[in-house]
């Protein structure tokens, strides 16, 4: 099978699209017939050698699969045939993936493979984020850095989708329209001034604030959290890890958490994503879609990670790998 493999770890030109031999599928596992990959954030730092997971090369990356069963194991609830997700960690950017059954979810019907694939972490991240970590009610009000992120695409439709108001901040210009038709209700550019505007447009402080960015953007945005509110951390896109003066939390009794979505299901709840799935099933039912902003060949996967890197994607890219 054709397979993208990472043969050295200095980022998207240590990938090559080589022949390799299909994975057989060992006791319990499916093999999976994949359509098409979403790229994600951990696909670039593993392909840096900078993830904390680091298989020895070579090896084939990509984590969020959606693909058709080709082999189902005996007394298995799936069968052959049906159209399924799959969070592989690694396999995905090949033509054949095998998994266990913990890793597959069923693919919503009214999606197609590339909106599947676009699910992947980053929609189970935001609703994690939002209802997991952040309790977020109906009729709170929720910021959003890094907007126009995978993430933080995710997080606006995922908040809207559970009944909030939401504020979308985004750095990169002209973007607006975008966010706006995703459902944001308000769109702040990260230019001077913009912490009083988001104070302005939540009536003196968001409910819920997700940060996928970090860096320095920190300070300004922990004072856009209202008295109660959640500030949740996500990761550092901005490559800056920030720390927080703890009278700021203190005195407008603010919580900070942490939202460390893979961490939280290997080492606390491997049975989560399932759940999250089931919700995330029902908006989508409802009417929401993951959103598919770009599209690259497989053999354009260091294109679409070397684009990830200089900030080209705006929204969720997705690799189609076989028909």
């Known amino acids: 099978m054709k397979a993208q493999m990472i043969v050295s770890e200095t980022g998207p030109d240590g990938l090559e699209l080589q022949e390799v031999p299909a994975p057989q599928a060992q006791d319990g596992q499916y093999l999976v017939d994949v359509r098409s990959c979403g790229v994600c954030f951990p696909d670039l ?15 084939i990356p990509g984590t969020e699969v959606a693909g058709v069963l080709a082999q189902v194991p005996v007394g298995g609830a799936y069968a052959v045939g049906d159209r399924v997700l799959v969070t ?15 890793q597959i979810v069923p693919m919503p019907a009214e999606l197609s493979f590339d909106e599947g694939a676009a ?11 939002l ?68 104070l302005e447009l939540s009536d003196g402080g ?45 005195f407008r009794n603010i919580s900070i958490v942490g939202a460390a979505w893979g961490e939280y299901i290997t080492k606390k709840d491997p049975g989560l994503p399932a759940l ?3 919700e995330l099933t029902e908006m989508i039912a409802a009417g929401m879609r993951p959103p598919v902003s770009y599209t690259y060949e497989l053999d354009q996967l260091p294109a679409a990670l070397d684009d ?13 790998v076989s028909e």
């Open 45 to 59: 730092l593993m392909s840096q050698g900078k993830y904390q997971i680091r298989p020895p090369v070579p090896y």
């Open 88 to 102: 592989s960690l690694t396999g995905g950017f090949g033509e054949r993936v095998a998994a266990t059954e913990t």
């Open 119 to 129: 699910m992947g972490i980053n929609f189970q991240t935001a609703l994690f984020a």
């Open 131 to 198: 209802k997991v970590r952040a309790q977020t009610a109906p009729g709170e009000v929720v910021a959003v850095l890094g907007s126009a992120g995978g993430v933080g695409v995710a997080s606006i439709l995922v908040a809207k989708a559970m009944g909030a108001k939401v504020i979308a901040v985004v750095h990169r210009t002209g973007q607006e329209e975008m966010l706006r038709g995703l459902g944001a209700d308000e769109v702040v550019q990260l230019t001077d001034g913009w912490k009083d505007k988001v």
């Open 206 to 250: 968001v409910d819920v604030l997700i940060d996928p960015v970090g860096g320095d953007v920190f300070d300004e945005a922990l004072r856009t959290v209202g008295a109660d509110g959640r500030y949740v951390v996500i990761g550092f896109a901005a490559g800056g890890i920030p720390t927080v003066k703890l009278n700021r939390v203190l």
């Open 276 to 278: 999250l799935h089931d």
């Open 308 to 320: 990830l890197a200089n900030g080209r994607i705006k929204g969720k890219a997705v690799v189609h």
